[in-house]
C-alpha cells in the first residue's frame, strides 16, 4: 500500500536491501539484480549510484543548491552563481536537476541512478551529467545496452527527453510496476502538506506557482 508518507520520503517501511546502504522496493530489488545479471554476461558491471533517497536527504539537497552552497548547473551543464538570480529563476534552474523535497521518484523504492564502475577512468569522479552517457562518454556503451534491454526487466528511463522541465537523465532508471502506481498518486496538494514543519527553501514563492511548476517539472515524464 502506496501512502503519502512513502510518496514523499517521510517512511521506509517499504524498502529493502540491494547492496550496501542501498535500497528499493523488494520487487524491484529483484528485477534489478535480474538486470545486473544481464548486464554482466554481456561485460557490463551494472551498479547503483543512488537508490532510495528520503526526503531529509532531498531537503539538503535542494536547500543547499537554494542557497548557493551546492554546485548548481544550467542547461547546458555550467555551473552557475544563484546568488544573482530571483526566486523564480533560483527553482526554475534547480528543477531542471533536481527534485523539490517530497517530489523525488527516488522517494518510492521504484528509481535509481546507475553505472558502470569498471567504465571510469581512473582518478575520475562520477559526475551523473548527460556527457558521461553520450556518444564519447565512458558510459555510452552502458547506455546502449540498457537502451536495447531494460524493458524487459520492467525498467525505463522517465527522464529520456527533454520535455522543457527536467533535463535528460539517462542514467535514472524507473521500475515501472511499481513506479506507475506511484507517479500518479502524488499531488500539489500532498506535496506542500509533506512541507510542514520543514524549511523548504523558497517555499513561498513555489506554493504560489506549484500548480504550473507541477505539470512541467514533475509530471513532464516519459510514457512506458
Not at 94 to 106: D, N, Q
Request: glycine letters at 8%.
Amino acid at each position: 500500500m502506496i501512502d503519502s508518507e512513502i510518496l514523499t520520503g517521510h517512511s521506509t517501511r517499504h524498502l529493502t536491501e540491494l547492496s550496501g546502504n542501498h535500497r528499493l522496493q523488494a520487487e524491484a530489488v529483484d528485477a534489478f539484480r535480474a538486470l545486473q545479471e544481464s548486464a554482466r554476461l554481456a561485460g557490463f558491471d551494472l551498479q547503483p549510484a543512488s537508490t532510495f533517497r528520503d526526503f531529509d536527504r532531498q531537503l539538503a539537497i535542494w536547500n543547499g543548491k537554494f542557497r548557493g552552497e551546492r554546485p548548481v548547473l544550467d542547461k547546458d551543464s555550467k555551473p552557475v552563481d544563484v546568488s544573482t538570480l530571483s526566486d523564480a529563476e533560483r527553482c526554475e534552474m534547480i528543477l531542471r536537476w533536481s527534485a523539490l523535497p517530497g517530489a523525488s521518484r527516488h522517494h518510492w523504492g521504484s528509481d535509481l541512478d546507475v553505472y558502470d564502475p569498471s567504465l571510469l577512468p581512473e582518478g575520475q569522479k562520477l559526475q551523473l551529467e548527460p556527457w558521461e552517457y553520450e556518444s564519447g562518454g565512458y558510459f555510452y556503451p552502458l547506455n546502449l545496452w540498457l537502451s536495447e534491454h531494460m524493458a524487459e526487466f520492467g525498467f525505463y528511463r522517465p527522464f529520456a527527453v527533454d520535455n522543457g522541465g527536467i533535463a535528460i537523465e539517462p542514467w535514472h532508471l524507473s521500475y515501472a510496476p511499481l513506479a506507475k502506481q506511484a507517479e500518479h498518486l502524488l499531488t500539489p496538494e500532498l506535496l506542500i502538506a509533506s512541507w510542514q514543519g520543514h524549511d523548504v527553501a523558497g517555499a513561498g514563492w513555489l506554493s504560489q506557482h506549484l500548480a504550473t511548476l507541477f505539470p512541467r517539472f514533475i509530471r513532464n515524464t516519459q510514457e512506458v
